[in-house]
């Protein structure tokens, strides 16, 4: 039988690409990750690693050993769930990433409802935009990422790694310094957008081309209290989520008559749902989403 610390140090080199990034993901040294990498090419009597310019690539064999050990992780991940069904008490760690808004309008009052219900869990929670936390998912750097999708920009399927899980959507607002009639009126205005690649600045430039024009994306931040600040000193234009407002009144116009919103995820492992922990969570984040709706009527 294969050693499954070896075949989990060649799945995190699939995921990760790099020995030295297998190594500091593990508290291994690269040359313990070469030895284990040697090891299991020993037990299976096959080259698991091909030279592919400066650093290496699969083989088709090492390729269905790291399918083959996906499943079992999947299996043991279903075994830890039901340990923990059966024991009296939700206890442990969960390791959450959620987008800035989600981190600053949900995560406290979930942390708040845990605290009260579930003491003996921890949460460690990390601010992270859902492009680099979702990969966290599958090198078990988190255990559940709060997501978001935008219309017409969904996700590529990943049904066999994931599970999604709907929280509900969040109104995005065209946001001005002062009232306007109609998106077309900014054509000439200065824009401030998410960075370039990311699902929400595709999303904003596709809604000002459907209203025929290219934005002049003048100011780019991932940060929406950045956006909101140059939308209120009469900097720039911008498309705001309703989340943003958890703790003041905007002091900008702000106008949600096309409907426009994103849909708002928790996405888990696959197999992972079902776990204490996770559902604990799920609760949490869910009274909180509850809660801000019940203050914003």
């Given at each position: 039988m294969y050693n499954l610390r070896r075949l989990v140090v060649l799945r995190e080199l699939k995921h990760r690409g790099t020995l030295a990034a297998v190594a500091s993901a593990m508290s291994y040294s690269p040359s313990a990750v070469s030895q284990q990498l040697t090891l299991l090419e020993a037990e299976v009597?096959?080259?698991?690693?091909?030279?592919?310019?400066?650093?290496?690539?699969?083989t088709p064999q090492a390729e269905i050993l790291v399918a083959r050990t996906e499943k079992a992780l999947r299996e043991l991940e279903r075994a830890e769930a039901e340990i923990a069904e059966s024991l009296r008490e939700t206890s442990g760690v969960i390791r959450v990433a959620a987008f800035q808004t989600a981190m600053l309008a949900l995560m406290p009052v979930a942390l708040t409802w845990l605290r009260e219900n579930h003491p003996r869990i921890r949460v460690e929670?990390?601010?992270?935009?859902p492009d680099t936390s979702l990969p966290g998912l599958l090198t078990r750097d988190f255990d559940l990422v709060i997501d978001e999708t935008f219309p017409g920009h969904a996700r590529p399927a990943r049904h066999a790694e994931f599970e999604h899980h709907l929280l509900g959507e969040d109104a995005m607002r065209l946001a001005a310094p002062a009232p306007v009639g109609s998106l077309a009126e900014l054509a000439d205005h200065p824009w401030v957008m998410e960075p370039a690649g990311t699902p929400a600045r595709a999303w904003a430039t596709g809604v000002c081309h459907a209203a025929g024009f290219e934005p002049d994306v003048v100011h780019v931040s991932a940060d929406m209290l950045v956006h909101a600040r140059l939308v209120e000193e009469g900097h720039a234009v911008a498309f705001l989520p309703d989340m943003l407002w958890f703790d003041r009144t905007p002091g900008l116009f702000l106008d949600g008559s096309a409907g426009h919103v994103r849909t708002v995820l928790a996405t888990v492992r696959a197999g992972a749902g079902e776990h204490p922990l996770i559902r604990a969570f799920l609760t949490a984040i869910r009274h909180a989403i509850d809660a801000r709706a019940a203050r914003t009527g």
């Amino acid at each position: 039988m294969y050693n499954l610390r070896r075949l989990v140090v060649l799945r995190e080199l699939k995921h990760r690409g790099t020995l030295a990034a297998v190594a500091s993901a593990m508290s291994y040294s690269p040359s313990a990750v070469s030895q284990q990498l040697t090891l299991l090419e020993a037990e299976v009597g096959a080259p698991l690693l091909e030279r592919e310019g400066r650093g290496v690539r699969l083989t088709p064999q090492a390729e269905i050993l790291v399918a083959r050990t996906e499943k079992a992780l999947r299996e043991l991940e279903r075994a830890e769930a039901e340990i923990a069904e059966s024991l009296r008490e939700t206890s442990g760690v969960i390791r959450v990433a959620a987008f800035q808004t989600a981190m600053l309008a949900l995560m406290p009052v979930a942390l708040t409802w845990l605290r009260e219900n579930h003491p003996r869990i921890r949460v460690e929670a990390t601010q992270a935009e859902p492009d680099t936390s979702l990969p966290g998912l599958l090198t078990r750097d988190f255990d559940l990422v709060i997501d978001e999708t935008f219309p017409g920009h969904a996700r590529p399927a990943r049904h066999a790694e994931f599970e999604h899980h709907l929280l509900g959507e969040d109104a995005m607002r065209l946001a001005a310094p002062a009232p306007v009639g109609s998106l077309a009126e900014l054509a000439d205005h200065p824009w401030v957008m998410e960075p370039a690649g990311t699902p929400a600045r595709a999303w904003a430039t596709g809604v000002c081309h459907a209203a025929g024009f290219e934005p002049d994306v003048v100011h780019v931040s991932a940060d929406m209290l950045v956006h909101a600040r140059l939308v209120e000193e009469g900097h720039a234009v911008a498309f705001l989520p309703d989340m943003l407002w958890f703790d003041r009144t905007p002091g900008l116009f702000l106008d949600g008559s096309a409907g426009h919103v994103r849909t708002v995820l928790a996405t888990v492992r696959a197999g992972a749902g079902e776990h204490p922990l996770i559902r604990a969570f799920l609760t949490a984040i869910r009274h909180a989403i509850d809660a801000r709706a019940a203050r914003t009527g």
